[in-house]
């Protein structure tokens, strides 16, 4: 085993650990790990060292249970148990919101819980509808579908095969408050049923949704602000969670840009290596099988160190030049030597030499790419070691 040779490009390695649970010193196995592959000649300056955000929370202890939310959602919004109360955009998923949506539905008990879902699809891509669903019964864009318009065999999942709106309506009855669910893509339309509060639910574009609400005057809040302070903790608060054991919900990491300059300075000291370091979640991939967004974090990225702040990938577009260069005249020598030159001289983000070529964040690259190494199903190496990312 040994340093890799000059003819590879951009490779990533999963790295095995231990298994990680709360209280461990984290920092210090990921060091341990990382030791390995340094005395091995696979660790060395400009590596990018990517750590999924599930062992960073884990080792934080950074666990809610339903009690703590459904207090945290009285606390926040101001209401009682038997408020009524709105949720807006929740995703369809039961990792990622069906917790979620049993403790708010704990929050109000003896209270009504109106559920808002946009259509064809969440924000994400996971299908509610057939996408000509709507046309076909002749609605517009902001018009409001009914359940009893759906029938009685509804939509379900593609993947998973599930009715989420028997489940989420499911989840809410059995915690006791009455529940009505309807479909509209205009965010504003869940303020007519005159709610005591109302919990802007989607990811993305939360804030914009929050400020048209605001506007008019409804009481509202949005998943980070629920469980952002407190024993656990996320400056991210309900965005990024996961289904834990239980009634446990596990939260996005907190301060995980602070872990990832603890990592970083650890193996500079301990190993003398320059490296830069990612703490990654979803990351954002759009499949084009399912239509499916898988970026259901509020970002790839919930960490990174210094170096790579406003750091871009940018680059030649190398089918576009030899093309021309060939066209030119140029023969095979002539044209590696040109490509040399023009990556030695440096060029505009405008420039033809990099048109094709849409300069993006180095972070989303980044843990996009760990994210589809070790990703969803969980290959056992929490950590991803890039190597070559930033070289020419």
């Not at 040399?340 to 980044?366: H, V, Y």
Request: hydrophobic letters at 35%.
């Amino acid at each position: 085993m040994g340093k890799l040779p000059d003819y590879f490009g951009v490779t990533a390695f999963g790295v095995k650990m231990g298994v990680i649970v709360p209280g461990c010193d984290l920092v210090g196995m990921v060091y341990d790990a990382l030791a390995l592959c340094h005395a091995d000649g696979f660790l060395e300056d400009g590596d990018t060292v990517c750590i999924t955000e599930s062992v960073v929370a884990r080792s934080q202890n950074n666990y809610v249970t339903i009690e703590d939310i459904a207090i945290q959602v009285r606390k926040k919004l101001g209401i009682t148990p038997r408020s009524r109360i709105g949720v807006l955009f929740p995703i369809l998923s039961r990792n990622r919101f069906s917790l979620i949506m049993k403790a708010i539905a704990a929050a109000v008990p003896e209270g009504e819980v109106v559920v808002q879902l946009s259509y064809p699809a969440d924000e994400v891509g996971n299908q509610l509808l057939p996408y000509d669903f709507a046309e076909n019964m002749g609605k517009k864009d902001g018009d409001t579908i009914e359940l009893e318009e759906l029938g009685s065999k509804r939509f379900l999942h593609p993947i998973t095969q599930v009715d989420y709106i028997e489940l989420y309506k499911t989840i809410i009855e059995e915690q006791g408050p009455r529940c009505t669910i309807f479909l509209n893509n205009d965010p504003v339309k869940i303020g007519e049923y005159g709610l005591d509060g109302i919990i802007v639910a989607n990811v993305h574009s939360r804030e914009r949704v929050r400020k048209k609400l605001t506007q008019k005057g409804y009481n509202c809040i949005t998943l980070q602000d629920i469980c952002n302070e407190g024993e656990s903790w996320s400056e991210w608060g309900l965005l990024g969670s996961n289904l834990s054991s239980g009634d446990k919900l596990k939260l996005a990491p907190r301060e995980a840009d602070i872990v990832a300059d603890q990592v970083q300075t650890r193996v500079k000291q301990g190993l003398g290596t320059n490296i830069e370091v990612v703490v990654y979640g979803d990351g954002a991939y759009h499949d084009p099988s399912t239509d499916i967004y898988e970026l259901a974090d509020p970002q790839p990225a919930f960490g990174i160190t210094n170096g790579l702040r406003g750091r871009y990938r940018e680059g030649l577009k190398y089918k576009y030049l030899v093309d021309k260069m060939l066209d030119e005249g140029m023969d095979t020598s002539g044209i590696e030597t040109n490509l040399q030159q023009k990556k030695a001289e440096g060029f505009e983000r405008n420039s033809f030499e990099a048109e094709g070529t849409t300069p993006r964040k180095a972070e989303d690259l980044l843990a996009s790419l760990a994210d589809l190494i070790s990703g969803s199903a969980d290959a056992g190496t929490p950590v991803i070691l890039v190597k070559g990312f930033f070289k020419n």
